[in-house]
């Protein structure tokens, strides 16, 4: 038996769920809860998605302050802190943000969540980037939280070329600066994305490298978008677009 599905009909469902659905939660993945909610009587799946939605969320919520507060320790304590504290740090809106896949001929595709412009970010957490490496039946995780970072508008920004910055600049600092690091993920921050972000990424990866088909997956391409092309290591011109991942739906689990 299902613990995730036993456990959420055990739920009172007017109370916000027992402890015991709530440590259910944050111990399954989106595929494993899915499936526990694919078992349950039309009557009662609605009030449990309700459930299961506001149990994620919160954990999101808590660990995104978490992260403001390490930010902002960070920040007030460097230098640099005063200019880059003007940029917002995500989006307000999901209609801002969408997926999409890098193609390159020859390479391996690129997984791609932007909130805003792709290709030029205006938030701090603008991009995450995820690397179909034909990996996704490995069971060590490693490379995959190595993605798992802070990209954005910082990426984009030279700071050099901008007047604001180089006022708060002290004078002892070298002409060419980079952003120091930000803070590394926390583990529940790591484990959030294990749980939620990671069995999409790993499932997009077979389907892309096996070219199995996202169909199946319930995703769909948009058309075909042109990038700059790269060069291979004889100086040749390669293709680069990029397609829209379509399909995806938050509230469907």
């Known amino acids: 038996k299902n613990p995730v599905t036993n456990t959420a009909r055990a739920a009172p469902m007017g109370s916000g769920g027992s402890v015991d659905f709530k440590q259910e939660i944050s111990s399954r993945t989106s595929a494993e809860i899915a499936g526990a909610l694919k078992e349950l009587p039309a009557e009662k799946l609605l009030r449990v998605k309700a459930l299961v939605e506001a149990e994620v969320d919160s954990a999101l919520a808590r660990v995104q302050k978490e992260r403001n507060d390490l930010e902002d320790k960070l920040l007030e ?106 803070p590394e993920f926390t583990a529940e921050m790591q484990a959030l994305v294990h749980r939620h972000v990671l069995p999409t990424v790993k499932a997009l990866d077979r389907a892309e490298n096996e070219q199995s088909g996202i169909e199946e997956l319930g995703f769909m391409y948009g058309e075909d978008w042109p990038m700059e092309p790269s060069t291979d290591k004889s100086g040749e011109a390669v293709r680069c677009w990029k397609n829209e991942l379509r399909g995806m739906d938050r509230k469907s689990l």
């Open 77 to 182: 304590k460097s230098w640099w802190g005063k200019f880059v504290q003007k940029f917002p740090r995500r989006a307000k809106t999901l209609e801002e943000c969408k997926i999409w896949i890098y193609h390159s001929q020859g390479d391996y595709p690129v997984l791609v969540f932007t909130a805003g412009d792709d290709e030029k970010p205006s938030y701090i957490y603008g991009k995450q980037i995820f690397r179909l490496r034909n990996q996704w039946d490995d069971e060590s995780t490693t490379f995959w939280d190595e993605d798992a970072q802070v990209n954005g508008l910082l990426d984009t920004i030279d700071p050099d070329a901008e007047d604001e910055f180089k006022a708060l600049m002290p004078g002892e600092i070298e002409d060419d600066f980079s952003w120091p690091p930000m």
